[in-house]
DNA sequence: AATGCTATGTTAGAGGCGTTCACATTGGAG
DNA sequence: CTCCAATGTGAACGCCTCTAACATAGCATT
C-alpha cells in the first residue's frame, strides 16, 4: 500500500481492518502494531494519533467483532419459526463464528486491562429464543430466563473455546460446529 | 535470589517456580522470560539451557496447572458420596480454580503453536461423576457418558471463562464461583 | 587424585516491538 | 489567503526474544 499524498484519509479504518485481517491470517502470534502500520503504508508512529496504542486498536477490533457475530446470530434466528429449530440455529451460529474466525473470537474475549466492548445484543437475540422456548416447553421454564440464557451461552462459550484448541487437545470435538453444538444442547435438555 | 555458585543447581525448576509466581500476581500483561530469569537471579540467556523458549517454559507451566486441577478436582469428589452433591461440588471446584488462578488458567488453555498438555485425568474424574449420575438417574441416560460429560466440561469452562472477565463485561455472574456452577447445573438438569 | 567431557551458566549483540517526542505537511475554518 | 489543528514522519529509548562464543564446574573414568 503505497501512497502518494502525505496524508492517508481514512487510516483509522485502514488500521483496523488491516489487524483484523492479520488475525483472519492466523497469525495471533506475529501480530504486531509495527506490522499493521507496515500493511497501511504509514510509519509505526502513525497509528498513534488514532489509538492510544495496542489494546485500543485491538479493542476497536473487538468491536466490530462483536457486531459482526451479532449479525451472524441474527441472520440464524431471523427466518425460523420454529422454537427448536432457532435455538439449535444459534447455538450453531455461535459455535460456526468461533471457529471461522478463530483469532479474532480469542481477542473478543480475551482479558482487557481497560474496559472493553460486550456482547449484549448478542445476549438479547439468545434471550428471546429462551423466553420463546420456556413459553413452548421445550426446555424447563423453571429458572429465570436470564439464569438460562446465561447457562446455554456459557455452555456454547465453552464448547467454541474447547474446540478451536489443537486435534490432541480437543476432548473428541471433532464434529462440525453446528453438530456440536446440536448434540451438546440435546444432551442437556433431551432436544 | 542472589547466587554465590556459579550453578544455580535447581535452575529449570526455579524457573517454572518464578513464572507461576508471576502469574499469580497476575501479570499477564508483564511476564516475560528476562522478568523470569532476573527473579531466579540468573541471567537471561541462561534460560535457554533448560527450555527452548518462552513458549516452552510456560507449556510446563501449564503442565503443573493442569496437575493442580486435578488435585483440586479428586479433593472435591473423594471424599463425597452422594452423587449430586459430588458433581456439584466437581462443577464448583474447576469454576474455583479458574477464579482462583486466572492467569494460570489462561495459560494452560491458550492456544498452543505446537503441542500442549491437556486435561485428560481431570476428564476423567468428572466422567466418572457422570457415569454415577447417569447410574442413579440423577440426569438423564440418554446421551453416551462421554458426551455428557463433555457437554458438562464446555458449560463448567465456559462459565469459569466468562465469570473471569470484567466487572461489567460480566452476564451477571457476580456470585462466587460454587455458586455459578451450582446454579448453572441446575438450570441445565433441573437439579 | 588428576583429567577431561559435558552440562550449565555468562557476556555481547542482533533484530523486533511498543511508545514518545520533536518536527513536517496539509486540509479547512475564519 | 492565512493560520491552526489534525495527521503523518524520523529518530530514539527501553524492553523483549533469541543466538553465538566463551567461562565454569560437576562428575565419570582412569
Known sequence: MTRTTYHHGALRQALIDGAR???AEGGHEQFSLNEVARRA??????PYRHFSGKDELLAAVAEQGYATLH????????????????LLRLAG?????????PDLFVTMFRSWPGAAPVGHDSFEVLLQAVVDAQATAL?????????MAR??????????????????????????????????LSAMFGL
Chains 1, 2 share one sequence.
Open 21 to 23: 485481517e492479520i488475525l
Open 41 to 46: 503504508g504509514v510509519s509505526t508512529a502513525a
Open 71 to 86: 449479525a451472524s446470530l441474527e441472520r440464524a434466528s431471523a427466518d425460523t419459526a420454529d422454537v427448536r429449530e432457532r
Open 93 to 101: 451460529a455461535y459455535v460456526r463464528f468461533a471457529h471461522d474466525h
Open 139 to 147: 426446555i424447563p421454564a423453571k429458572p429465570s430466563p436470564e439464569l
Open 151 to 184: 447457562s446455554i451461552w456459557a455452555t456454547l462459550h465453552g464448547l467454541a473455546v474447547l474446540s478451536l484448541r489443537q486435534p490432541h487437545q480437543r476432548f473428541g470435538m471433532d464434529e462440525p460446529p453446528e453438530d456440536l453444538a446440536t448434540s451438546t
